[in-house]
């Protein structure tokens, strides 16, 4: 009954501010609002294509056929080595591995370096171990920084519309190889 009452009160109480408004035919001005969008995070490979540190992962992902894969929804985490961790390997390796006879070692390199689900670096915990998309272990240890199988991640939780992004310092080499 009160809520009914505060009600009736509330709308007499318009009803009476407004009976006194005066109406009028003067030309009102319109001011154009510019909408302001916030913009989308971008999709992992849109990210790389995007960071000149990555542009060897780039060319690795176009050469492995991935680059439409890790533009899907996801989500995904990327343990995403730099130039320079490319450029670590023994002189000649990345040529060899982008050429197309080698497309099947290429792939396994890099889906060694994609675990399935978002996984940011609050997520890692010391000895964790995660499977990766080619179906095998990596170990994540979180004393003095967070390592992957060894390689320091330099830049951590760079958020994608399809996953996260973590830049390490070099490559992931499954065990096979």
């Keep these: 009954m009160k809520t009914l009452n505060y009600l009736f009160a509330l709308a007499l109480l ?20 510019e909408e302001v969008v916030a913009e989308q995070p971008k999709d992992i490979v849109t990210l790389a294509l995007e960071n000149e540190s990555l542009t060897t992962l780039v060319a690795a992902l176009k050469a492995g056929g991935l680059v439409e894969t890790l533009q899907g929804a996801g989500p995904f985490t990327v343990f995403a080595p730099t130039n320079e961790a490319f450029a670590a390997l023994p002189e000649g390796t990345v040529e060899d591995l982008l050429k ?6 290429l792939v396994a390199i890099l889906t ?28 994540i240890t979180t004393t003095d920084g967070a390592k992957v199988n060894g390689a320091t991640v330099i830049a951590a939780d760079v958020d994608a519309s399809n996953g996260v992004v973590h ?8 065990p096979a190889m």
Excluded at 17 to 30: H, Q
Excluded at 100 to 105: A, I, L, V
Excluded at 113 to 139: E, F, R, W
């Design 112 to 139: 060694y370096h994609v675990v399935p689900g978002k996984v940011i670096s609050t997520d890692l915990t010391d000895g964790m171990k995660a499977s990766t998309v080619n179906g095998q272990d990596i170990t």
């Design 167 to 174: 830049l390490v310092d070099a490559v992931l080499l499954p």
């Design 100 to 105: 197309p006879e080698n497309k099947d070692k």
């Design 14 to 33: 318009f009803t009476v501010a407004c009976s006194g408004e005066k109406t009028s035919t003067e030309e009102v001005e319109v001011v154009e609002v």
